[in-house]
């Protein structure tokens, strides 16, 4: 089975530039989720798609930050404009319950460096 | 306060140590709990799922104590393959839309 695909692997911008990052998740995982992990810290949940419709965006952003899953499977997430602070890793996750769990997995993530 | 409080150390231990690392997490009302592991520029991938009554994996033990809203993962007869960062994990719901709260994650390194 193919895992989350992710691209680019790494990116370098300007502050003030704009950026896309997208994301395939596993064949068949309805739900998809983008996180940012700063250096030294934990992912933090950006927003959670369940199939094309958004979950959970309650700590995104946005006023700089959008994404979207337009047909329920591929999703893309945009910076504009970047700021200093952006830069982190940015992982894609999806999930599928199974056997009553539901376990998320990872992309390699997208690494941002905003200078 | 953090959803999820982990002591990042580092850690450093020689092989066959045996090393604990604790978490604790803010919410009474969190209902799923994880361990999950994240090699140097790698992405997170789950190590375990925490269940009440404590379950073992291998030479990994996990335990929940929900009265004091803490979780343990417990390493005995460490390897060199054991060196990574250790992310403790707190759903706050138990159905699957529920957001998960990761630790900043505590760092093992295994030396020979």
């Known amino acids: 089975e193919a895992g989350v695909a992710q691209s680019p692997r790494y990116k370098i911008i300007e502050k003030r530039q704009s950026v896309a990052f997208w994301c395939n998740p596993i064949?068949?995982?309805?739900?998809l989720y983008w996180y940012q992990q700063i250096l030294g810290q934990g992912p933090k949940l950006l927003i959670q798609?369940?199939?094309?419709?958004?979950?959970?965006d309650s700590q995104l952003p946005k006023d700089r930050f959008s994404a979207e899953r337009l047909k329920g499977v591929d999703s893309t997430l945009k910076i504009q404009p970047a700021k200093l602070e952006d830069s982190a890793v940015y992982l894609c996750a999806s999930s599928s319950p199974r056997g009553g769990k539901e376990t998320q997995y990872f992309g390699p993530g997208t690494r941002l460096l905003v200078l | 306060r953090k959803e999820v409080e982990q002591d990042p150390g580092p850690f450093n231990v020689p092989e066959g140590a045996t090393v604990a690392f604790n978490c604790t997490y803010s919410?009474?009302?969190?209902?799923?709990f994880f361990w999950y592991r994240q090699d140097c520029r790698k992405e997170p991938k789950l190590l375990m799922s925490v269940y009440s009554s404590g379950n073992e994996d291998g030479r990994f033990t996990a335990q929940l104590n929900r009265a004091s809203q803490y979780i343990s993962l417990l390493i005995r007869d460490s390897k060199l393959s054991d060196s990574a960062t250790y992310l403790c994990?707190?759903?706050?719901?138990?159905?699957?839309?529920?957001?998960?709260?990761f630790g900043r994650g505590t760092q093992l390194t295994v030396w020979p």
């Open positions: 919410n009474s009302a969190s209902q799923s």
């Open positions: 994990v707190v759903n706050l719901r138990g159905s699957t839309l529920g957001r998960l709260y």
């Open positions: 064949s068949g995982h309805a739900t």
């Open positions: 798609f369940q199939n094309n419709g958004v979950v959970d």
